[in-house]
């Protein structure tokens, strides 16, 4: 079994298929159809990845996705029906790690889903600083001094991806490769998004932040203690 | 200076109305004012100067009876008592005060008698004019002309000169003159004349203040509907004009009321309609994808396990999965078409340097063009060529000419260039394969237009392409052109302002026409 994965959509025929191609890829699926009882589900299924409809009827899936960030930095996917701008950055902002746009192929949403569900399993034993930072990258920790910091997986894989390198700079681009595992130019707000979550939790002002710097037209490089 | 007023003369209603207005009225006033001159001084001057020949005719009179006495008792008389005896007989007609002069000057044939002469005041003989004496001398009777009296110890005026001839005896005669200076007539002609300016001046004052008030009066609702009407144009719907009284004014500021107000329904009803359809579109969007959705993945699965499938049923689930790939792309543009009639399509305009999208869209269209035989040149310059714009919608304009070329260009190079002017930047993608004649370039911009409809789709477009990449160049203000022969291919030239919302001046960076350019 490579994980459990719990699929929160209305669509009945959907819900199946997904069903039967999540199997057919030796994961095992559950199901939710109303958002009002999707948290209900998750705390009762504890899945290793959620997979959202935005359009949900009980409750909408940027609500849900909230409340499951609440609890929990588990991967969450949001399959989404719209582009429009608005609709994508509110879905990334309520803490979804990627979406994927309908309709979509089976194996560019088993794709997505693999990459999210990648652990580092090659933990050697790495211990990487960044400002006053420590971060454990075999026992996925952060602290500060003798606190720890708490991060999504997709958080912790975007610093550890930046902390390793302090002397380079990620353009968008090169991160969407390294963390969220895209082979194709993807949706560049991805990157940004993350970043700003990221910083509210280990800058000490996310306004001037002094760990994870931007790069003006470039990307963003985290901060360099060797300079 | 002279600029500053044409300027406002240009601008200013209200100038206009006064500064015409004082024109015709110092012209009006000008003209009457001078009438009421000429008629009150021409007959002072008369009244004046016949007096002034009456008086100096009682005047002669006495001295010719003088004159007459003296001959009478003895020979013709002559010497100082003589001329004495004339001055004081000469004065007789003329009442008390009177300002006058007397010249009496000696008016002798060569071969008379001198005479001894006489005068009052000591006015210079100049000031009887030599013609006047001339004609006194062969008429005899009294004249009279206007002339300027010339004094020893004053300033000359003007004034009348009457003069006469005095026989005294066969070959002696005296020449009398009477001057009649203007100085009261001067005077009272001065008073009106300085009254009459005073009067113009006053009532052209007047006028220009009366008429700058109507014209503020005026002028002050007709700025302020203008104003309101910009307002408007700025998307400020609710404003409205006031209205007061029941005047013209008041009647155009209601009939602009009623106008913006009707304005104001109709737009907000399609503004209505706007947001049904945007709200239709997005639903639409929604309810087609899922179903869409489970439908691709299924054959998906289907596809991927297809060598398990009946050889007869296999080439079944190969053609569901090409067509889903088609309809996935109709359905991406038909949502993009419907975006642009809705009015919803945003653009999120950065700097961009042109080559780079050029290059990007080269990058990914050339696997197809290999597959084709078609070798893509990039003619992109060295120098940056930046235009603020969408990179997405410029990014996918380009790529859609460039697999337009590709479908067209019959396995042939195709090139792009890229080139900037001080306004504008621009791309442009030109093939060499069959061409356009003079009927596909006017309809090579409609929507499942096809240049040859017995041959089919290969590339798999939806026949919307070129009709997004004309939405999309008009959502950036920008030109989309094309430019095409039988035989000699075609050329599509795209062209966008280098600062968003910027008019673009002059012609586009580069050539329309290829056959054209020099190099």
Excluded at chain 2, 401 to 426: D, F, M, P
Excluded at chain 2, 503 to 515: F, I, R, V, W, Y
Aim: hydrophobic share 40%; proline share 5%.
């Amino acid at each position: 079994m490579k994980g459990r994965v719990l699929v929160v959509d209305d669509d009945p025929a959907l819900s199946e298929m997904l069903g039967i191609v999540l199997q057919a890829d030796g994961f095992e699926p559950f199901f939710v159809a109303d958002g009002a009882r999707a948290l209900e589900a998750f705390r009762h299924t504890r899945p290793d990845l959620v997979l959202l409809d935005v359009m949900l009827p009980g409750k909408d899936g940027i609500e849900v996705c909230r409340s499951i960030r609440a609890e929990s930095g588990i991967p969450i996917v949001m399959l989404t029906a719209k582009t429009d701008t608005v609709d994508v950055v509110l879905g990334l902002e309520s803490g979804a790690d990627d979406y994927v746009v309908k309709p979509f192929k089976a194996k560019e949403l088993i794709a997505r889903i693999r990459t999210r569900l990648r652990r580092v399993d090659e933990a050697k034993p790495e211990v990487l600083r960044l400002g006053d930072l420590t971060i454990d990258v075999a026992g996925h920790s952060v602290r500060r001094d003798s606190q720890t910091i708490d991060l999504t997986p997709l958080e912790f894989d975007l610093l550890v991806c930046l902390a390793r390198k302090p002397w380079q700079v990620f353009s968008r681009e090169v991160l969407l490769q390294e963390v969220w595992g895209y082979r194709h130019p993807a949706d560049t707000r991805l990157v940004n998004v993350h970043v700003q979550r990221l910083r509210s939790k280990i800058e000490h002002d996310p306004e001037n932040p002094e760990l994870v710097l931007t790069v003006r037209g470039v990307g963003y490089k985290a901060r360099d203690d060797s300079d | 200076m002279f600029s500053a007023l044409t300027r406002r003369w240009r601008r200013s209603l209200a100038f206009r109305v006064v500064a015409t207005t004082l024109l015709a009225g110092t012209a009006l006033v000008g003209v009457s004012l001078g009438f009421l001159l000429v008629r009150v001084t021409n007959g002072l001057v008369d009244a004046n100067t016949s007096r002034s020949i009456a008086e100096a005719n009682v005047g002669l009179a006495s001295a010719q009876q003088v004159v007459l006495q003296a001959s009478e008792s003895g020979p013709p008389p002559a010497g100082e008592g003589l001329a004495d005896s004339i001055m004081n007989s000469l004065v007789s007609g003329i009442e008390q005060g009177a300002d006058f002069e007397i010249l009496l000057l000696d008016g002798s044939a060569p071969s008379g008698t001198e005479l001894p002469e006489r005068g009052t005041n000591l006015v210079e003989v100049s000031s009887v004019p030599p013609d006047l004496r001339s004609q006194v001398q062969s008429e005899g009777r009294e004249v009279w002309t206007y002339t300027t009296i010339e004094y020893v110890d004053q300033p000359s005026q003007p004034g009348l000169v009457v003069g006469a001839l005095l026989t005294i005896g066969t070959d002696t005669a005296y020449e009398v003159y009477y001057l009649f200076p203007y100085g009261q007539l001067q005077g009272t002609l001065d008073l009106v004349r300085s009254t009459a300016w005073i009067t113009g001046v006053l009532l052209v004052g007047l006028l220009g203040l009366l008429m700058s008030l109507i014209a503020r009066h005026i002028v002050l609702p007709v700025r302020q509907a203008a104003r309101t009407a910009e307002l408007l144009r700025a998307g400020h719907l609710e404003q409205r004009l006031p209205v007061r009284g029941e005047d013209d004014l008041a009647a155009l500021a209601s009939a602009f009321n009623d106008m913006a107000g009707s304005l104001q329904t109709q737009i907000r009803q399609l503004e209505d309609l706007s947001r049904l359809q945007q709200r239709f579109v997005s639903d639409v969007s929604h309810e087609l994808r899922t179903p869409l959705t489970t439908i691709r993945m299924a054959s998906d699965v289907l596809y991927e396990r297809r060598e398990e499938i009946p050889p007869g049923l296999r080439r079944t689930s190969e053609l569901l999965n090409d067509q889903l790939d088609r309809f996935e792309l109709l359905l991406v543009d038909l949502l993009e078409i419907s975006r642009f009639d809705a009015g919803a399509a945003q653009l999120e305009t950065e700097p961009v340097d042109l080559r780079d999208v050029a290059r990007d869209a080269v990058a990914a269209a050339r696997p197809l063009a290999q597959s084709r035989g078609s070798r893509i040149v990039e003619m992109l310059g060295d120098r940056p060529c930046m235009a603020d714009c969408d990179r997405r919608r410029i990014e996918r304009i380009v790529r859609n000419l460039l697999s337009n070329a590709i479908e067209h260009g019959e396995g042939k190079a195709i090139q792009v260039r890229v080139a900037a002017n001080t306004t504008s930047a621009a791309i442009s993608v030109r093939d060499f394969g069959r061409g356009l004649d003079d009927e596909d370039l006017e309809h090579v911009f409609d929507r499942f237009w096809r240049a040859d409809p017995s041959r089919a789709r290969n590339l798999g477009g939806t026949g919307l392409g070129l009709s997004i990449a004309m939405e999309d160049t008009r959502l950036h203000g920008g030109r989309l052109a094309v430019w095409g022969r039988p035989g000699e291919g075609a050329l599509f030239r795209l062209t966008l302002p280098r600062v968003a919302g910027q008019e673009m001046s002059g012609p586009s960076a580069l050539p329309l026409d290829p056959t054209r350019v020099s190099v």
